[in-house]
């Protein structure tokens, strides 16, 4: 593999100064998923940590060093996720975060920024005017600008993700070697139903860029034959546009109910690695991203956001692609409002409740 | 401490032979809970694995010990989270699993337990005829008969989450101690906001008694300061006021929705050893399940069956008791009738899809 910006040992590092809260999430299959898929499914849950999706890993490695050596006050720009990581990760080392956000981002990702205790300035249009208003802010105010998929440390804490699927990954290769504990004896240790071979392909939503080429690039280094698919929606192809044609590729708008992964404007630097690490990137349309929401509801029992569905997406659109192989979905975030997403899941939706 | 039927050495023993998936499950501060509740509050998740519920754990252990020296068929009853276990272990190592439960019980979990290849026998009453149907049925056809509680492996298993919990306290306890990374530079090491103590109370739901004997002792052997709260709901309250009484108490019905907690013939054996460990055991009403259950939904983005909220509802019914206190609740199961998980949290609820 060429060189990305990444390097496996400062992500082993990395995960070192994060926060346990945020690691070993669970991985495990869910076979109730399988019928309406053709294929086998495990599902790496990011949701169950105090901000509800993956990106405390990279807040971690961010605000720990600024902990020890850097400037006490950070500003980043954010859909919401990002944001709500910072403002928690800073507030345990007392930093001052300040959040930029577009006043269309989700309310529930907006209250939690402001409870968690950072400061929060909107922004009257979408998130690529938010970057460049937290640039803005960074300059005037001299303090430390974190951006999202270019700064390396919010890579690596993605890419930790990598690491704990080739770890499991190794694990289940090995059991699949010595047999399930109690089985020596057995005379005929024959495939029992419900074992799946080891994963062959992981599908990771892609936004900034952060995610997949953290994981991608864990993938290409430690277990290089696994698939590494990205997926974001039509309604937000810039990053995809650009791994296809090798060069950024801008858009003028997005429309996409994915707030978490709706950017205009791909950074060269990721998409570099990017185009190291992903064997494919995906379009996928909004019905999907819908049925795959309503699926992990209704058979994983998971309430998730838009961007964490893109996965189940991918696999409805091309069942074909991935009929009798196994299938790692990284469930990236919870974050909803409730109201959009009962008329996202459900017409006759769930009461309002304040 | 008196002795129980249990034993930690096993207990640690117990957690080797437990197919991994089923351990290190998510233990999180959800502060988004927090304003509603008047505490700090803390998810124990046990959700996130194959079956969806806690019993993996105790079932791991039963079946790698029949798979070492046992019969190779087994029975037991079930109101549907110990059966879809049993069915998933079993299956891993070849056992011949059969369930008996209730025609009345939840659809999603029969549906599960029929799809995971156990064997599956209804009868026409409630969970207690379902157990002396497996009795029976153990009895005439010679195999092993396993028991919900009173076989200590169901307990032994369940007990693995009071060592999870009593290690994340230990270090939660560190932490404090040392600060959090990268604060050594900082003057004043102040309390930052959102910092909780290390929690001093666990809220387990009471139902055949192996979760809360399991945990309990665990927590009474190595953490002895934090009180061990029962909660059961007063529509199927055997468990807690034979535990009052100091005796085994049964009663002719039960009429709960909490169908995972739903006996009415406490074993004697379970009694002791709750008498030994529990600080507390409460009642809480359906009303309160069914908000615990929307609070859950709402703030901590989680879909749970009924079991799994009784803790919130236990602190929704007396917030004096756990006001500025830091409190662990097990979330014990999310296997829900889509329906009927609808009906409960939302009067005009999601629409059916198949």
Same mark, same amino acid.
């Given at each position: ?5 990444? &390097? ?46 993956? !990106? ?20 980043? *720009?954010?859909?919401?996720? +990002? ?25 529930? !990702? ?7 205790? *950072?400061?929060?300035?909107?922004? $009257?249009? $979408? ?22 998929s @270019? ?24 059991? !699949? ?12 240790? *024959? ?14 939503a892609l936004g900034g860029g952060?995610?997949a080429t ?14 590494? %698919?990205c997926v974001q929606?039509?309604?937000a192809p810039a990053m995809t546009r650009s791994w296809r044609g090798?060069?950024v590729v801008t858009t $003028?708008?997005?429309? #996409?109910?994915?707030?978490?992964v709706a950017g205009r404007r791909p950074i060269?630097?990721v998409l570099? &690695?990017l185009?190291?690490?992903a064997?494919?990137a995906?379009l ?12 992990? @509801? ?16 991918? %696999? ?12 790692? #979905? ?18 006759? *939706? +769930?009461?309002?409740?304040?």
């Open positions: 593999m060429q060189q990305t910006r990444l &390097d496996t040992d400062r992500i082993r590092a990395a995960r070192r100064v994060i926060d346990p809260v945020f690691l070993g999430t669970p991985l495990y299959r869910c076979e109730a998923l399988e019928p309406g898929l053709g294929c086998a499914v495990s599902i790496k849950l990011e949701t169950a940590n105090p901000v509800r999706s993956f !990106k405390g890993r990279g807040t971690e490695v961010v605000a720990s060093l600024l902990a020890e050596h850097g400037p006490r006050a950070v500003v980043c *720009a954010s859909a919401g996720n +990002l944001g709500q990581a910072l403002a928690w990760s800073g507030r345990g080392r007392g930093l001052d975060v300040t959040v930029v956000a577009s006043r269309f981002a989700t309310a529930a !990702k907006l209250d939690r920024i402001r409870a968690l205790g *950072a400061g929060l300035e909107l922004v $009257d249009g $979408d998130h690529e005017l938010a970057r460049e208003r937290a640039a803005e802010i960074a300059r005037y105010e001299g303090i430390r600008l974190v951006e999202d @270019l700064d390396i440390e919010t890579c690596e804490g993605a890419a930790t993700i990598g690491l704990e699927l080739v770890e499991a990954r190794e694990q289940a290769e090995q059991a !699949k070697q010595t047999g399930p504990a109690g089985l020596a004896e057995v005379a005929e240790p *024959a495939e029992p139903a419900g074992t799946a071979p080891p994963f062959d392909a992981v599908l990771i952060a995610l953290g994981v991608g690039h864990v993938l290409k280094a430690l277990a290089p034959g696994v698939e590494v %698919i929606p039509l309604g090798r060069r $003028d708008s997005t429309d #996409t109910i994915a707030d978490g060269p630097a570099d &690695d185009l190291l690490v064997d494919d995906v996928v349309q909004e019905a999907s991203i819908v049925a795959g929401m309503r699926m992990l @509801l209704d058979h994983a029992g998971l309430v998730v956001e838009p961007s964490a569905a893109l996965g189940i997406a991918a %696999i409805l659109e091309d069942r074909d692609r991935f009929a009798g192989r196994h299938v790692v #979905t990284i469930v990236c975030g919870s974050n909803v409002d409730g109201d959009a997403y009962r008329r996202w899941v459900g017409a006759a *939706a +769930l009461p309002h409740r304040a």
